[in-house]
């Protein structure tokens, strides 16, 4: 089901700035009995990303309308929501684009997230590396060329995820989700100021972590960083939290971190 300005349509102009530079921003969001799990650090992410962007959108009070309305619908599943410029402009110029297009779309949720959580998955090195821009990072902005070409790489595998590193070689996430591992007691993600998506589910870990008995730090690390962890896991904000198994030549089999955190992340409410 897609519901485009409002009404449920599956057309969209071609002159639409999504449909020729990716200009916009989006975030997917979970369904849990009819909910939007995390709403208002769902719609901060696009508020945040529609400032970066410069996007002129202002409709948040009927656009958190439409996405409780559409999610009350489902009783599980997922909920994306794209804000795009708008139609119009000359070229790369956005001049003349000032209503921008929403989109909101309902599907099911992948069900080998469940298999996920309880068997645990392994993770590829992938040969494609995000380039390094600090104007972008964070953000989950509509030009995704880079996660297309990951995963399609990734299929090429028996891996579950990608291991993704940036341009430099440092570790920045996987796919389509957010890394952590754990050292002791100390807890580790990477630092996302130059490529990377900052995910609702990573922030929601970190905000957890600040009142557990585990230390927290946001590194510039390398894989070998990997090498010395006890536990690695992986999260978005539809898994919501999966345990690694390995990568390449590491294994981990500790859960420590993973049951601290599965019954918070399972059943978040707030941000």
Request: hydrophobic share 45%; aromatic share 6%.
């Amino acid at each position: 089901m897609f519901l485009i300005n409002g009404c449920q349509q599956l057309t969209l102009a071609a002159n639409d700035r999504a449909v020729q530079f990716g200009d916009g921003c989006f975030t997917t969001a979970r369904i849990q009995t009819g909910q939007v799990q995390l709403l208002p650090a769902h719609l901060a992410r696009l508020r945040k990303a529609c400032e970066r962007l410069l996007l002129p959108f202002s409709d948040w009070t009927l656009l958190e309308q439409e996405m409780v309305t559409l999610a009350s619908h489902q009783q599980e599943g997922v909920l994306k929501v794209i804000i795009s410029r708008g139609a119009g402009g000359r070229g790369y110029s956005a001049k003349g684009c000032e209503t921008p297009t929403r989109i909101l779309s309902l599907s099911a949720l992948p069900a080998h997230y469940a298999r996920w959580r309880q068997e645990g998955i392994t993770l590829a090195l992938s040969p494609v590396r995000l380039g390094r821009n600090s104007h972008l990072a964070g953000i989950k902005h509509l030009n995704r060329l880079e996660q297309v070409l990951i995963r399609t790489h990734l299929e090429q595998t028996a891996s579950d995820e990608a291991l993704v590193l940036d341009s430099d070689g440092l570790l920045t996430e996987c796919c389509a989700a957010n890394l952590f591992w754990r050292k002791g007691k100390t807890v580790f993600t990477p630092c996302l100021n130059h490529a990377g998506v900052k995910g609702i589910m990573r922030q929601f870990i970190i905000d957890r972590l600040a009142d557990a008995e585990f230390a927290f730090a946001e590194v510039a690390a390398r894989p070998k960083a990997l090498a010395d962890a006890d536990e690695v896991l992986i999260s978005n904000a539809l898994m919501p939290i999966v345990p690694v198994n390995a990568c390449e030549e590491w294994c981990w089999t500790s859960r420590e971190l993973y049951t601290f955190l599965s019954p918070l992340c399972e059943h978040a409410k707030s941000s």
